[in-house]
């Protein structure tokens, strides 16, 4: 334990020096402080969309005349939480449902955002985060087959599998067989029950590979997911509701919160749809174009930067 | 912007080229997470190396914990330090430590032990004290065998540093893994490519590191895995 | 602490221990695909080497696997074949891609030895072999294998504990094994999986080390004294029993 102890201490120093000097050269800011200050954005988990929509909420800042860093590889929320939090980050574009489950495990996410926004609002306010207003872009949990499998078993709603599930096998999510959205709400929501499960990766491309290769036949993706549509999948409709809503918001750390800011991040979630950040996301995803510059475009067309 | 993924090709030298700076970056994070994580374990090893030379009753448990360390899977320790210390770089720096040990422990005492008693006996001779002596004489004679650790354990930890991308970390991992997420060879070819070469560079530079330090040696005998 | 009641409850809930997500069967997946990747890396590497050792010709391409692979990030062997696996290889998913990683984990430490344990047999022993007669397959066979033995076991326990240790990675790539606790753990924030996971590996790689080292000792020839002093050490290390 001793030995433990007095590496452990040695280490976080030493990490500490490196993360004094890689913050102080790190970057392509310019040196001069703006008189509004230097703001931290982070992301929820480091995947596409999240990082094109921190992107916006930079460029939004930085027009506006803020100093702006970038955190943009935060791996996922159990890293991104606690950054926002102790104030590594100041503000992250957040998805309202998944938040709010994480937040509270036992709170009940719905279909409806307004809903959630209500129930996460409180909350996050007693950890001195604040939730802006949440945008129009939904990107919620969807079971995704091949249109072949589709044609096949003749699928376009999630209920049109209760009676074929039996020999198909669903890829997704590790924690699918224990969270509510995925295998037990499928079972007591819908009574289907896969023939098999197996795990790989929450809405990665790896899944998506999996599907497109015939591994499983049933995959668990992120509706936006630019794939889906690229391969000319079907995304099984939800008709029974079973998937919470999960739109876009910022959120803020209440200290440096101000109405400018709220303007500003409110704006750009004002002008954010499930249709509109599709072919945002296809452009990362697909086309490794850089989150800034899509985030970029997709600003000045919609007059956020004028 | 018809691409699709069946026509992705190997590497997209266009991306390669639009991305140096991010490159760059990871690089140089790459380099970083190596160079602290060797410096603390050699500050560790060091003391626990001499100590071990000077009281043989310490090597076998010294040995046995690092040796311990050294057998837990990267993925597993990482799992294991997480719920206490977060996705931070202390994690990924208490993981890459904590496997340099046992490398360098064992070349540090390896080096104390072949320096000739008779060299050891005439500085003593010379009123040398215990402290002078090891500085003096036999941590300079040891240098070869203790850079030959150096080596080892520097390249070992240039490969695991990558796994760290998994916690958030990871240098050039970053493009293995992000790589991997959004099937993109490109990025990951360039992870691991990169990581490949930098190994190979540092292990050619601290081969002539250790042959600057002993122009007696002649080629160097490559060392078996023990 | 909460972490270890949590960790231990998690060890002892008997749901765990069966079933094919149960620790028995992930522990199956665990051990057979590491056997089947140290017995191909033995089947590859051991030819090479005893080839090169004895002929003293290709020492380069020894020393460079030797080196190169030490640097070869498995995690990136596993991310390149992953995709290509899925199309072109049949059996479940990241079988492959861990299966392949893990092979080439395990060739350098076994050429490396090889090698290296023919070639330190005595110059002046070899040169008496075949004065009296022998040939050089005779030599290889009845001389320089069994003295290398040793070193060459060294090499597969090296080869074989790496294996073992590094197949957790299989699970970040839809593999099962041991490595699903891991992270199946992440992804649920069980940390009580997590660490239930963590320990099981450790444990099957300490017993690999501890297994392949006895073996090690069995094959080696009696030690001289003065070696026998320098090789309890290791000994000591290699018979210690674990988690103290």
């Not at chain 3, 997946?29 to 089947?43: K, P, Y």
């Not at chain 3, 501890?210 to 004294?225: H, I, Q």
Request: charged fraction near 15%; hydrophobic fraction near 50%.
């Amino acid at each position: 334990m001793r030995y433990n102890r007095r590496y452990a201490l040695g280490a976080t120093l030493l990490a500490l020096a490196f993360v004094a000097v890689a913050c102080g050269s790190g970057g392509g800011t310019t040196g001069t402080t703006s008189p509004k200050g230097t703001l931290t954005v982070g992301v929820s988990g480091g995947f596409a969309e999240n990082q094109i929509v921190a992107e916006m909420y930079a460029q939004v800042l930085e027009h506006a005349g803020y100093t702006v860093k970038r955190q943009l590889d935060i791996q996922n929320r159990e890293a991104s939480e606690p950054a926002l939090k102790s104030g590594v980050i100041d503000l992250k574009p957040e998805y309202i449902g998944t938040l709010l489950l994480f937040v509270n495990p036992q709170a009940s996410a719905s279909a409806d955002p307004a809903q959630e926004a209500s129930a996460l609002k409180p909350l996050l306010a007693a950890t001195g985060i604040t939730l802006l207003n949440y945008s129009q872009a939904n990107d919620t949990n969807a079971f995704v087959v091949t249109k072949a499998t589709a044609d096949k078993y003749h699928l376009a709603k999630v209920s049109d599998l209760a009676s074929v599930a039996g020999q198909l096998t669903l890829g997704g999510p590790p924690e699918c067989p224990q969270r509510p959205f995925c295998i037990p709400g499928l079972k007591t929501t819908y009574g289907v029950t896969f023939g098999h499960f197996n795990p790989i990766g929450a809405c990665d491309s790896a899944t998506a590979d999996a599907l497109d290769a015939g591994a499983i036949d049933v995959a668990l993706l992120c509706s936006t997911q630019s794939v889906i549509s690229a391969k000319g999948w079907v995304a099984l409709e939800d008709d029974k509701h079973l998937q919470k809503a999960d739109n876009i918001a910022p959120v803020v750390r209440t200290s440096v919160d101000n109405a400018e800011i709220n303007r500003l991040l409110n704006a750009v979630s004002a002008k954010l749809t499930t249709e509109n950040i599709l072919p945002l996301n296809k452009a990362v995803e697909i086309d490794h174009e850089d989150a800034a510059v899509v985030a970029k475009k997709f600003l000045q067309d919609n007059g956020l930067l004028s | 912007m018809t691409v699709t993924l069946s026509a992705e090709p190997f590497v997209r030298w266009s991306w390669v080229a639009g991305h140096l700076h991010d490159i760059r970056i990871h690089f140089v994070e790459h380099i970083e997470l190596t160079v602290i994580a060797v410096a603390i374990g050699l500050v560790i090893s060091l003391p626990l190396a001499v100590y071990s030379h000077r009281h043989r009753r310490a090597y076998p448990p010294v040995t046995f914990v690092t040796g311990l360390m050294y057998t837990v899977p990267s993925l597993a320790l990482f799992a294991f330090l997480v719920p206490f210390t977060g996705l931070t770089t202390t994690t990924a720096e208490i993981g890459l430590v904590s496997y340099t040990l046992l490398i360098l422990i064992r070349n540090v005492v390896a080096g104390l032990a072949g320096v000739p008693e008779d060299v050891k006996d005439a500085a003593r001779g010379m009123g040398y004290t215990d402290r002078q002596l090891l500085w003096r004489v036999e941590l300079p004679l040891a240098a070869p065998v203790i850079v030959a650790g150096i080596r080892i354990a520097t390249v070992t930890t240039i490969g695991l540093v990558t796994v760290t991308a998994l916690i958030g970390k990871g240098g050039l991992g970053y493009f293995i893994l992000k790589g991997y997420r959004e099937s993109f060879p490109t990025s990951t070819l360039i992870g691991g490519v990169l990581s490949v070469l930098l190994a190979t560079l540092v292990d050619a530079l601290l081969l002539f590191a250790q042959r600057v330090l002993t122009p007696w040696a002649r080629a160097s005998r490559v060392r078996a895995f023990a | 602490m909460h972490a270890m009641s949590e960790f231990l409850r998690w060890l002892t809930t008997s749901s765990h221990w069966s079933g094919p997500s149960g620790i028995p069967s992930r522990l199956l997946e665990h051990v057979q695909l590491s056997a089947l990747a140290v017995g191909l890396s033995l089947a590859v590497a051991l030819p090479v080497g005893l080839f090169i050792g004895h002929t003293r010709r290709g020492e380069f391409l020894a020393v460079s696997v030797g080196n190169l692979g030490r640097a070869l990030p498995s995690f990136g062997i596993l991310a390149i074949v992953f995709p290509f696996a899925l199309r072109y290889l049949p059996g479940s998913i990241g079988f492959w891609p861990t299966f392949i990683a893990l092979f080439l984990l395990g060739i350098p430490p076994v050429l490396t030895n090889t090698y290296v344990g023919i070639q330190n047999v005595d110059a002046d022993t070899v040169e008496a072999a075949r004065g009296m007669g022998m040939s050089g397959r005779q030599v290889l066979m009845l001389l320089e294998v069994p003295l290398a033995v040793p070193l060459i076991v060294a090499g597969l326990r090296t080869a074989a504990v790496q294996i073992v240790a590094t197949a957790t990675l299989g699970a970040v790539f839809g593999w099962g094994g041991l490595g699903r606790f891991i992270v199946d753990g992440f992804a649920l924030r069980d940390n009580a999986q997590i660490l239930g996971g963590a320990f099981l590996v450790a444990v099957l790689a300490i017993l690999t080390e501890v297994g392949l080292g006895l073996l090690e000792r069995a094959l080696s020839p009696r030690l001289t004294s003065r070696e026998r002093g320098r090789g309890r050490v290791r000994d000591e290390l290699a018979f210690a029993p674990p988690g103290q």
